[in-house]
């Protein structure tokens, strides 16, 4: 049983609160400060005590919910409810170790004698997944860094002047033949399952999921190219319609920035898919000087056209024994 606050309230009432195996916090009317939190709010809440709850949420439990979620909280636990009633609410809470649950809030009303009008608040979760607090430099499925921390991270590995870097670009291939044969869970678990199994191919680097099925490595240049052959085997491990696609880029000149080392090594895997049975391969200047080019053809296309220095020619098929 937890006095969430060091005023006194009657002794019955709480031991019949804590005694409901659902999470629950009880307000008095007009005041947004529990008075109480039951043992199973602080199990849910990963709280150790009252006291760090309540210094997490200062005081003010509509704090314990996802920013974006408190403001319609604070107007479902101010809003008038009629006797006998009770309002449901859909909503998220950050527990105090920053996990997410995704849960059903209740509240309702109800009078004591000695309490006088309490107001209660309870929720049960209603996702399977306990997801990581969303943050800028994590990508929440796989828990791995985003792009933007992988950048990051990037130029201060340089900075510190281990050696010599590579950088690794990982596309899969017929991933979405995953989705849509097995579904988006097994997708999912796929993602999660192939970062980790990353993580244990590079201990001495760094692995980020990029977005969808791309995902990128960090580590030192000496024996990447072996290790990278070891991801293609990782992916196709997991499903006979799974491949992936390797681009390297030796990240070797302070000229490069992170972002160019990153976009070359994606530039050579986009170019295995242009040679059969092609699976790794590193960046050359050539592919550079390919991609311009198209780059250009392709932004160029319409003004050559109505400025007539494309023309297009009539070529008749002839048969040669009829003329």
Not at 181 to 202: A, C, E, I, N
Not at 273 to 298: C, K, W
Request: charged share 25%.
């Amino acid at each position: 049983m937890s006095d969430f606050s060091n005023q006194s309230s009657p002794g019955e009432l709480k031991r019949v609160l804590n005694a409901l195996p659902e999470a629950l916090c009880a307000f008095r009317q007009g005041e947004s400060r529990p008075f109480f939190v039951n043992s199973a709010w602080l199990r849910k809440m990963e709280a150790s005590s009252v006291n760090e709850l309540c210094a997490r949420c200062f005081g003010n439990i509509v704090n314990c919910l996802h920013p974006d979620d408190r403001a319609r909280a604070a107007e479902y636990l101010s809003a008038p409810i009629e006797d006998g009633g009770s309002r449901n609410m859909d909503c998220r809470v950050v527990t105090s170790k920053g996990n997410v649950l995704r849960v059903r809030m209740n509240f309702r009303n109800m009078a004591d004698p000695k309490a006088g009008a309490v107001r209660l608040c309870s929720f049960l979760e209603i996702g399977d997944a306990l997801l990581k607090a969303p943050s800028e430099e994590t990508d929440p499925l796989t828990g791995l860094p985003s792009l933007h921390a992988f950048i990051q991270a990037m130029e201060e590995r340089r900075k510190e002047g281990r050696g010599s870097l590579a950088v690794l670009f990982i596309d899969i291939v017929n991933f979405r033949l995953l989705n849509l044969h097995k579904g988006v869970s097994s997708g999912d678990m796929f993602l999660k399952s192939f970062g980790q199994r990353l993580k244990r191919l590079f201990p001495d680097g760094m692995v980020s999921h990029f977005d969808a099925d791309h995902f990128a490595v960090l580590a030192p240049a000496e024996g990447i190219d072996d290790r990278a052959g070891e991801v293609r085997d990782i992916a196709r491990c997991f499903s006979s319609s799974i491949d992936a696609t390797v681009g390297k880029c030796a990240w070797d000149s302070d000229l490069t920035s992170a972002e160019l080392a990153c976009s070359r090594a994606k530039m050579a895997s986009d170019e295995c898919r242009r040679h059969d049975n092609t699976f790794f391969l590193s960046f050359t200047p050539q592919m550079g000087q390919r991609l311009e080019i198209s780059e250009y053809v392709a932004t160029s296309i319409d003004t050559a056209i109505s400025r007539g220095w494309i023309k297009v020619y009539y070529q008749p098929i002839i048969r040669s024994l009829t003329g």
